[in-house]
């Protein structure tokens, strides 16, 4: 496949999925098992279809990053936020697999330490931006301080804020210096992506299932993540609003279909692909009097050895 048509194809996969105008979003609108035009029998056509596709993404992606690499001047921010077994790893780990790792570094975000609580809350992940040149991937990141944080406030009990902060507007102010943040970033010549991925209640189940049933997945489960099961509405309703006051040109999200994990990966892919065509990386040009420079470096070194 030549690389114009790949291009044009990365970017018909990626635009069903890109939100950009929050105030009609809608999370009921997007189906967690939705496959485009791929048929849903992982055993047909549909994903070896997809597999083929991935393979040549992958590579493409290579070649995109390897330019952005080269030319040093812009960088990538790629979020990734979904309820637990949402997919988050799997998709960073073969999406991201085959990609230069001096140019890309992926930071997971557990709970806060007790340092870090002290911490305003965009600073540990404003410690871990990449540079320029490279892409940082964020498995989690500041959006859970409008998630987990707001579906558990009690939390904020233990962020040593002042109390006249704490009111039912600090949501919307949380919002507000997000956007402030990534309008910034934009500024300084970092793109930014998010990606939410989109279970459903039931192949979350499954995929718990599998992490008790299967021994060598045993050490990805633990009680919390029934726990957090229990709130699965709240934790819906507070997405869906985290990508209604977040969404925008400079700083898209993607809601992508996440019950399988197949078409997933080769989404995040695709969009990777169009965000780095729109970023437009160049090799750095080197004009004759530069190249002469070099071979005169070259020669002469060659002539010192001797």
């Known amino acids: 496949m030549k690389l114009e048509r790949m291009l044009e194809k990365a970017r018909a996969l990626a635009g069903p999925f890109r939100v950009t105008d929050g ?33 040549l993404a992958l590579r493409m992606m290579r070649e995109q990053h390897e330019k952005l690499y080269a030319e040093g001047k812009q960088g990538l921010v790629i979020i990734f936020q979904a309820l637990d077994a949402g997919g988050k790893d799997s998709a960073i780990k073969h999406v991201m697999s085959g990609v ?18 002290g911490w305003d809350f965009l600073r540990r992940c404003a410690m871990h931006l990449p540079k320029r040149g490279q892409i940082g991937i964020f498995n989690r990141s500041y959006y859970e ?61 499954r995929r718990f299932l599998d992490r008790i049933e299967i021994p060598k997945k045993n050490w990805k489960f633990s009680a919390s993540d029934i726990h957090e099961r229990c709130f699965w509405n709240k934790y819906q309703k507070s997405f869906e609003d985290m990508i209604r006051h977040t969404a925008h040109k400079r700083a898209p999200w993607y809601v992508v279909p996440a019950d399988r994990k197949w078409f997933t990966r080769l989404i995040v892919a695709s969009v990777i692909i169009d965000t780095l065509r729109r970023m437009n990386p160049e090799y750095p040009e080197v004009d004759a009097k530069g190249r002469k420079a070099l071979l005169a470096a070259f020669h002469g070194d060659g002539r010192k050895k001797k």
């Open 100 to 117: 230069n790792p001096q140019g890309c570094q992926v930071h997971p975000f557990k709970a806060p330490s007790a340092e870090e609580l």
């Open 23 to 55: 105030e009609s979003f809608r999370l009921r609108d997007y189906n967690s098992d939705y496959t485009l035009n791929f048929k849903k029998n992982e055993r047909k056509s549909g994903k070896r279809k997809a597999a083929k596709l991935l393979k």
């Open 145 to 205: 301080e409008t998630l987990v944080v707001r579906v558990h406030p009690e939390i904020l009990a233990g962020q040593k804020l002042p109390a006249s902060v704490i009111s039912n507007k600090i949501w919307k102010q949380r919002f507000q210096d997000i956007r402030a943040f990534e309008r910034y970033l934009t500024h300084q010549g970092f793109t930014v992506i998010k990606f939410f991925l989109n279970v459903s209640k039931k192949e979350q189940k």
